[in-house]
T-cell receptor, first 115, second 115 residues
Framework: DAKTTQPNSMESNEEEPVHLPCNHS???????IHWYRQLPSQGPEYVIH???SNVNNRMASLAIAEDRKSSTLILHRATLRDAAVYYC????????????????FGKGTHLIIQP | NAGVMQNPRHLVRRRGQEARLRCSPM?????VYWYRQLPEEGLKFMVY????????ESGMPKERFSAEFPKEGPSILRIQQVVRGDSAAYFC?????????????FGAGTRLSVL
């Protein structure tokens, strides 16, 4: 899987929007951009994914740069329950077999929400 | 629809004992993944299984660790002759398919402590 780069930590205030960046300059044409998060003492949780177009769901929005070399996860109104480590992960759409299907988690971004 | 169920949630073993970790995937999911999270470290992929088959074990330690996913019953991660360095959180995930769009759903994890 291609490599992603994220800031180690970010801090935001409750009720404000949060923009979590991810750089993936070596992304291939068939790589999907996935975001997961891990709340304290819990297993990871899927947040959102996209390929080229911006995506919205009930949890967040994903803004993908036109050249796909970066993306931003947007939490529109952060709450204390959004405090977690957020992981940006690339997944190859065209699985060719013979390789790992496991997700490659980097260090992620530790999001701190201030009340 | 119940989520991914892992048990036990906490497991304490003495050095040299065996640890058995169980994972029941979501209903309708036939793909199971195991991950390990050492203290203060990121999640690392260990093994990917389908029913009765190990597809990718590239992340499994070469000795003492084994995994199975029988036709009936949960997936089992087995650690023989545990050592202190095996103390970690072990997470199981399941997915309905193996394509690049697959979303992995994680359990709450088993926290293994080796005394």
């Amino acid at each position: 899987d291609a490599k992603t780069t994220q800031p180690n930590s970010m801090e935001s205030n409750e009720e404000e929007p949060v923009h979590l960046p991810c750089n993936h300059s070596t992304i291939s044409g068939t790589d999907y951009i996935h975001w997961y998060r891990q709340l304290p003492s819990q297993g990871p949780e899927y947040v959102i994914h996209g390929l080229t177009s911006n995506v919205n769901n009930r949890m967040a929005s994903l803004a993908i740069a036109e050249d796909r070399k970066s993306s931003t996860l947007i939490l529109h109104r952060a709450t204390l329950r959004d405090a977690a480590v957020y992981y940006c992960i690339l997944r190859d759409l065209m699985y060719s077999g013979g390789g790992a299907d496991g997700l490659t988690f980097g260090k992620g971004t530790h999001l701190i929400i201030q009340p | 629809n119940a989520g991914v169920m892992q048990n036990p949630r906490h497991l304490v073993r003495r050095r040299g004992q065996e640890a058995r970790l169980r994972c029941s995937p979501m209903k309708g999911h036939s793909h199971v993944y195991w991950y390990r999270q050492l203290p203060e470290e990121g999640l690392k992929f260990m093994v990917y299984l389908q029913k009765e088959n190990i597809i990718d074990e590239s992340g499994m330690p070469k000795e003492r660790f084994s995994a199975e996913f029988p036709k009936e019953g949960p997936s089992i991660l087995r650690i023989q002759q545990v050592v202190r360095g095996d103390s970690a959180a072990y997470f199981c995930a399941s997915s309905p398919s193996r394509t690049g769009m697959n979303i992995q759903y994680f359990g709450a994890g088993t926290r293994l402590s080796v005394l």
